[in-house]
């Protein structure tokens, strides 16, 4: 049978123990995985083991399917009323702000990152995002379409089924609930595998979700590798639709696999390389602080990272001495201590590919203005960055770096920031700073993004939509405009007597 891990917190913002299962939660229960491989779970701050958490596999993935499937004909879908599948979804928000310290601080020492932040921002946001699709649960509703007099139409929005969820290490706990809230509130089973790196908090909430009073099978979630577990919920021919949140080329190997097996339906949300235009008459205190949070919150490993800052040339020294102040101000150090902003990145790989964008842009000829080089001798700590001197065309321009690393631009024109701004392949977010309403709007609409944020940076909201166009991905996640990815419409065709 299946084990658990406990931690014992001893810290200045957290203390307490947490006890957290180690297995595979399918159908209801923790189990061990067919092929009992593990997964260690690395701790950022210092490279060391915590625990070892049990590597599902494609057999795992099938057994799950099969439960998801047969939970959601026998248990779940529309068979439970919305009101119903909504009250489990606020009782699963309630149970998890009830340990909302305890989540923060595994959310902490898993991914590394602030315990203050998490605690004011990754489990609050969890919280509101889970309540927020309970909300919706009973009112997913279609339309009364009017054809002609011997007949009427109408639409139902029913569940799809079987949904495979994949989810990345930045943020573990609200993907998970951008990812299972409109999945369950629209009446879908779940498999969900969380990041490798970061399986502690999903692991965590189990116990919970069985509190809740969610039905065996209705959810379940299967740690495991990406290429393996990962892949094999995207080839699984029983899982109705795969939605996934990570690399744009995790997401091109998805969309390809469910095109080989069963055409499920796939929604993707990738990263990003997105751009703050700030114009010369802005609020330069309030800017430099929004622009900083846009690219050095979470250590720059959000996927809408503000990381090419284009800056107009008649506050170009200026924003630049006090952008500069503020990133040096930033506290890097241990996640646990209270005055800290940055912890370490979140693994030796993202680690060691951050900082070969930094000797990229240096090779390349961008001027290392601060930072640049590891923050102490342990673990994966990176000193926030700015480079000058960039190129359009240079590497750490046009490509995601997911860390704490800000390319600077110098632009005169309107025209040119927002052609230059345009010049990526992707198109997740951007944010515009200035006083001019007119020219605010403007150059909200002109960028190709999801998402335009004016006067301010990476502050998503839960009821607002959220994605990318371009190779940002495809579809929307959060608000009403979710629930279209989480159910089939169906048209209902009824003859009044018309006869043949
Ligand atoms: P990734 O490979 O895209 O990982 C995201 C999720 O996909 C993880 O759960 C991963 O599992 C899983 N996965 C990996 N290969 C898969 C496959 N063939 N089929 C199905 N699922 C698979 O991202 P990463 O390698 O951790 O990070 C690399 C870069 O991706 C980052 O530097 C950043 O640029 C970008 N990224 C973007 C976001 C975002 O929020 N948009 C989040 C994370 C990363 P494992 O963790 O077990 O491999
Ligand atoms: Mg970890």
């Avoid at 951007?430 to 006067?455: K, L, M, P, Q, Y």
Wanted: glycine residues 10%.
């Amino acid at each position: 049978m299946s084990s658990t891990f406990t931690y014992q917190f001893d810290t200045p913002t957290y203390k307490g123990t947490s006890t957290v299962p180690t297995g595979l939660f399918i159908n209801g229960k923790f189990v061990d995985p067919v092929e009992k491989g593990t997964i260690e779970v690395i701790n950022p701050v210092n490279g060391k083991v915590i625990t070892s958490v049990a590597a599902g596999t494609a057999a795992d993935i099938e057994i799950a399917a099969q439960a998801a499937k047969k939970a959601y004909k026998e248990r779940w879908g529309l068979k439970v009323p919305g009101a119903q599948r909504g009250r489990m979804l606020n009782k699963l928000a309630d149970l998890l702000e009830a340990n909302a310290d305890e989540f923060a601080a595994l959310e902490a020492l898993d991914v590394g990152k602030a315990f203050n932040m998490a605690r004011r921002s990754d489990v609050p946001g969890t919280v509101a995002v889970l309540r927020y699709y309970a909300g919706w649960a009973d009112k997913i509703q279609g339309k009364t379409i009017e054809t002609n007099e011997n007949k009427m139409a109408y639409t139902r929005h029913e569940p799809i089924g079987v949904v495979g969820a994949i989810i990345p290490w930045n943020f573990p706990l609200s993907m998970l609930s951008w990812k299972i809230g409109p999945a369950l509130a629209a009446g879908n089973t779940v498999i969900l595998k969380p990041s490798e790196l970061t399986p502690l908090t999903a692991l965590r909430l189990c116990p919970l979700l069985v509190e809740a009073g969610f039905p065996d099978g209705v959810i379940n979630i299967v740690n495991g590798y990406g290429s393996t577990a990962g892949q094999a919920l995207s080839e699984n021919n029983i899982v109705d639709k795969v939605a996934f949140t990570g690399s744009t080329l995790t997401g091109r190997k998805i969309m390809e696999t469910a095109a080989k097996s069963n055409l499920k339906k796939v929604s993707l949300e990738l990263g990003g390389k997105s751009p703050s235009v700030i114009f010369d008459d802005v609020d330069l205190e309030q800017t430099v602080k929004w622009v900083a949070h846009g690219i050095f919150m979470n250590h720059g490993q959000a996927c809408t990272a503000g990381s090419r800052i284009f800056v107009q040339a008649g506050i170009y020294d200026e924003f630049l001495k006090r952008f500069t102040a503020h990133a040096l101000s930033l506290k890097v150090g241990d996640p646990f201590a209270r005055d800290t902003y940055q912890g370490p990145q979140v693994s030796q790989t993202q680690f060691e590919r951050i900082m070969g964008y930094i000797k990229s842009g240096k090779e390349d000829g961008a001027t290392v203005h601060v930072g640049g080089e590891r923050h102490g001798d342990q673990g994966y700590f990176i000193q926030p960055t700015i480079f000058t001197e960039c190129k359009p065309t240079m590497k750490i321009v046009q490509e995601e770096i997911f860390g704490p690393v800000a390319a600077i631009i110098k632009f005169t024109t309107e025209e040119e920031a927002v052609e230059q701004a345009n010049d990526t392949l992707f198109g997740l977010a951007c944010s515009v700073f200035t006083r001019d309403i007119d020219r605010a709007i403007r150059v909200a609409h002109s960028i190709e993004a999801g998402t335009a944020w004016i006067n301010c940076h990476n502050v998503p909201e839960v009821n607002v939509p959220f994605g990318g166009f371009k190779q940002s991905g495809i579809g929307r996640e959060l608000g009403e405009y979710a629930l279209e990815h989480y159910t089939n419409v169906k048209a209902v065709h009824i003859n009044i007597g018309h006869r043949l």
